[in-house]
Every structure is written in structure tokens, then in C-alpha cells.
């Protein structure tokens, strides 16, 4: 499941097409096991016009990547980190494996 990477933290891709670029993760799916990400692996989708879209035409939107793909940016290591859990403070949070330092707000 969904352990190591949360909506909105910062992640970089590490495998694919768009290997080597960050971006915010606007979505997790768990159960699919892939995360969408703030403008990367964009795909064109065609719609008709509707209410929302009255134009209609070629829309660009992310597409998701697997989870494995991604590893969470450490904010003081300033590079993708492997995370383990610790609890603190009676709550389980996830910590950067290189300096220890919490990847959640405690």
C-alpha cells in the first residue's frame, strides 16, 4: 500500500519517461497503487463540449504514475530518500532514512 509517499509532499520521479523531475502528488490511490503528480506525465484527452468545457477539443491533464516510480524529496537531505516509521509522540510518522529527520509534521 501507500506508505511512503502523502498528498502533497514533494516527490521525484525515478523511473520512466519523466525520470529525474519533481512535482507536488495532488492524488494517492492506494488500492491501485499509483499517484498522480502536479504536471508530470501530462496525456492529451479529447472531449466534447459540455457545461463545464464549451469549447471542447484536445485538454491536457496528468496521468498517473506507479508508485514505485516516486520517492519523496527530504527537505534537509535536498534529494529522494527511502522512509521508514518511527513513532514519536504517540504517532507514527514517516522519517528520512539518510539524516532521520521527520518527513511529517509531528
Known sequence: ???HVKKND????MAGREK???GKVLAVFPQRERVLVEKINLIKRHTRPNEQN???GIIEKEGTLHLSNVMPVCG??????????QVLDNKK???CAKCKEPLDKV
Open 20 to 22: 529525474g523531475k519533481e
Open 76 to 85: 534537509k537531505c535536498q534529494g529522494p530518500v527511502r522512509v521508514r516509521h
Open 54 to 56: 464549451q469549447q471542447g
Open 1 to 3: 500500500m501507500a506508505k
Open 10 to 13: 514533494l516527490v521525484r520521479v
Open 93 to 95: 510518522v514517516r522519517i
